[in-house]
T-cell receptor, first 112, second 113 residues
Framework: KAGVTQTPRYLIKTRGQQVTLSCSPISGHRSVSWYQQTPGQGLQFLFE???????NKGNFPGRFSGRQFSNSRSEMNVSTLELGDSALYLCASSLAEVSEAFFGQGTRLTVV | GESVGLHLPTLSVQEGDNSIINCAYS??????FIWYKQESGKGPQFIID?????DKRQGQRVTVLLNKTVKHLSLQIAATQPGDSAVYFC????????????FGRGTSLIVHP
């Protein structure tokens, strides 16, 4: 079965712009979570959606937001981009509490 | 807050050696643990998991050991190969909590031919 798909793979934006990233989870997975990964940092949790509801949120400013659709696909938005937002954004989907999360390849965002 | 952390940021080994990557966790409620491998330019890939009712689990060339007494997790890779070079993350989950794993910072494994 298909894995987690993230689009686009690469993105270059200018400071002040906004960006939308997309994630299609594995079929049947209702939990979708987003992470930011920067050089020298671990995986920092952004938020998790489950059945179209944001269930958990990490410690990121309000410029970072997301949503989940009825087919479990999820989008993440970052408004008023800053240079420090340059990172690899990873999406993961999960079937159940006690099961692994499957990751997509990520979207590499560069803010210039 | 509670967190998962790794002891060694970088581990260098020779091809053919056995590698051991360690991880400490602090959430005593965690009962499910996962190891991920992340190669350059790719998302993390699942390697092996273990539930808290076990203290050892083996896969192909990999073994995970769990010591709940000292809240310690380790990943052993037998006969390490250059293709094993990557960053390895441990992660934890707690039943009754969310589906979100909490990740450690990662250990970079470098395998020299």
């Amino acid at each position: 079965k298909a894995g987690v798909t993230q689009t686009p793979r690469y993105l270059i934006k200018t400071r002040g712009q906004q960006v939308t990233l997309s994630c299609s989870p594995i079929s049947g997975h209702r939990s979708v979570s987003w992470y930011q990964q920067t050089p020298g940092q671990g995986l920092q949790f952004l938020f998790e959606y489950f059945s179209e509801t944001q269930r958990n949120k990490g410690n990121f400013p309000g410029r970072f937001s997301g949503r989940q659709f009825s087919n479990s696909r999820s989008e993440m938005n970052v408004s008023t981009l800053e240079l420090g937002d340059s990172a690899l954004y990873l999406c993961a989907s999960s079937l159940a509490e006690v099961s692994e999360a499957f990751f997509g390849q990520g979207t590499r965002l560069t803010v210039v | 807050g509670e967190s998962v952390g790794l002891h060694l940021p970088t581990l260098s080994v020779q091809e053919g050696d056995n590698s051991i990557i360690n991880c400490a966790y602090s959430n005593s409620a965690s009962d499910y643990f996962i190891w991920y491998k992340q190669e350059s330019g790719k998302g993390p890939q699942f390697i092996i998991d273990i539930r808290s009712n076990m203290d050892k689990r083996q896969g192909q060339r990999v073994t995970v050991l769990l010591n709940k007494t000292v809240k310690h997790l380790s990943l052993q890779i037998a006969a390490t190969q250059p293709g094993d070079s990557a960053v390895y993350f441990c992660a934890e989950k707690a039943s009754g909590g969310s589906y979100i794993p909490t990740f450690g910072r990662g250990t970079s494994l470098i395998v020299h031919p």
